[in-house]
């Protein structure tokens, strides 16, 4: 995978579904690497890497040709890389639930909803809580 990132915004009336806005919070189009895991059959642990499409503090897309379940709960872990270099990058760690998958349109991932995140640069930790 390439380290780059690009950054935009996708506006609300891009998410309409039968004419009702269903997310509470812009997602912005950032593509930074994503690893994934999560508990398969008899507790076995599932591994997955992807490149996210968009994120928001309360959900995000990733592009992956491997998705967990729908219902699953998983580890995700993003690396958003600096724009500039000298710059630290940022890694991100949450636990997220699979809201959905797609496999059509060309378009090969999962939705997530985010639980909590815990932001990570250096040697320096931040924990981020939702009000």
Known sequence: MQNLMAIGTISKTNCRVAGMELRKRVRHRIAANAVFTWQGAQQSSLFGA??????????????????????????????LLPL??????????????????????????????IEGVSLAEGSSHLSVERI
């Open 84 to 113: 500039q270099s000298g710059e630290r990058s940022l890694r991100m760690k949450t636990e997220a639930t699979v809201i959905r998958v797609e496999h059509a349109n060309g378009i090969e991932g999962f939705a997530v909803v």
């Open 50 to 79: 992807g490149v996210t499409r968009d994120i928001s503090f309360d959900g995000a897309f990733i592009l992956s040709l491997t998705c967990p379940p729908v219902g699953s709960a998983i580890q995700l872990d993003v690396l």
